[in-house]
């Protein structure tokens, strides 16, 4: 698959609130080999067909097929989300480097800094907060987490509380995370942290 920006293309997103536990990445308990091997749009397309034609029992099924593809591809996205966080606090760059795609279009924003492309200046930004004067692991608690997928790309935002071992204060980074599928498995793309003062 040739990576391309998710910025650049222009695709409507289904958003969901993350009920309790499902920010840690634990599937969804619905799942169908044949609704996760089936396009979207092709999906949709089949659904406003059925519908058009008055067939509403396949619409009804499709309508079920394309419920459950989205499901599942929020849950692998929120467990993408989560592999970026556990390797982000245990400060392990080997995970780190796993969680991202490969290629210049990834970039990072840390909180206070501009925008590093490209994955190997991303992966040297990692290395120097990991090489910091921070004790591992840190504490991260992930909050108004939601979720929105559309195809191969999919994103999550959050608000970021993170504090360090003997830190009575937390650090508050409002975080969006992007995602794109490739040949089968999510990765980050992007992932930009602006601090937030209440």
Known sequence: MTSTCPHQATM????????????????STESTT??????????????????????????????????????DGRSAVLAANARFYAAFKDG????MHQAWAKGDHVYVVHPSA????????????????CDADYEF??????????????GDVGYVTCLELVRTKGSSSWGKQVATNVFEKVDGKWFMCAHHASHFDE
């Open 92 to 95: 392990d760059l080997v995970a």
């Open 34 to 71: 044949t609704a996760s091997t089936a396009d979207e749009d092709s999906l949709r397309r089949e659904l406003e067909t059925a519908i058009k034609d008055e067939d509403y029992a396949r619409a009804v099924a499709l309508r079920d097929a394309l419920r459950v593809l989205q499901e």
């Open 137 to 150: 692991p840190l504490q991260i608690d992930l909050q108004d987490v939601e979720v929105h997928v559309r």
């Open 114 to 129: 501009g925008r590093i492309s490209g994955y190997e200046m991303v992966m040297q930004s990692w290395e120097m907060v």
């Open 12 to 27: 409507r997103l289904t958003a969901a609130r993350v009920k309790s536990g499902e920010a840690e990445g634990r599937p």
